[in-house]
Every structure is written in C-alpha cells, then in structure tokens.
C-alpha cells in the first residue's frame, strides 16, 4: 500500500471535518490505494436528509477546501439534481447522496475490498 501524501492528508482531513460542520450523515472514507483497478486514492461517501442538504455539503466542502488549502475541484457533477453530488479532487472523490440513492449504488461494497474509516462528530 503506498503511504499517504501529507497533502492528500489534510485535504482528507478537511472533507470529512467540512461534511461533519454541515451534519453529514454516515460518513465513510474508503482507502483505495491498496486495490487494483482503482482510479483515486480515496472515495468519502455521506448522506444528507434532503436535497438542500446535499447541496449545502457539496457547496461547503468545496468552500472550505478553497478557503483552507487553495485547492479547487477537479470537476464536480449534480449540483441540478441534488440526489447525488460528485466533487473529484482527482486522489480523493466526495459523494454525497440523498440516503434512497446511497443504498441504491451501494458504492461501499463495490469497494468492498477497500479499507474504510467511519467518520463521527464530536457533538
């Protein structure tokens, strides 16, 4: 397994503190740098309980990550929809689902085989 960059650390870190900040539900990270095939280093999978939710998430991670470490989104997708929000940071990828499409994909045991972290808050 290669060792984490530091960088790829923090901005880990930020994500998941940023999806906590704003009630995040379910957060799971998945270390994906042991797995072949894999296109990122990390997935963070979470749930909102409404589409505003989801949008507020998805908008203060990227938020929070520009104010913090001077990083922008590689690209991001469902910002119409809102049932699934995508920010690709290109070595780590934020989902963040409403929680009917979460089990629906089910993208924790498509990567199965990956380690995962669950992510609580501290409140």
């Given at each position: 397994m290669k060792k984490i960059d530091v960088?790829?650390?923090?901005?880990?870190?930020?994500?998941?503190?940023s999806i906590l900040e704003k009630k995040g539900h379910?957060?799971?990270s998945l270390d994906l740098r042991a797995v072949e095939g894999a296109m990122t280093d990390f997935?963070?999978?979470c749930e909102g309980n409404?589409?505003?939710?989801?949008r507020a998430i998805g908008d203060y991670v990227e938020y929070n990550?520009?104010?913090q470490l001077r990083e922008y989104p590689h690209?991001?997708?469902g910002f119409k929809?809102?049932?699934?929000?995508?920010?690709d940071y290109v070595h780590i990828v934020v989902h963040v689902?409403?929680?009917?499409?979460?089990g629906f994909y089910q993208l924790e045991e498509l990567w199965g085989d990956a380690n995962s972290t669950t992510h609580y808050s501290e409140d």
């Open positions: 960088n790829n650390e923090v901005l880990l870190k930020t994500i998941i503190d379910h957060v799971v997935l963070v999978v409404s589409t505003t939710q989801v990550v520009k104010q690209s991001t997708e929809s809102l049932d699934w929000v995508l920010v689902f409403l929680k009917d499409k979460r």
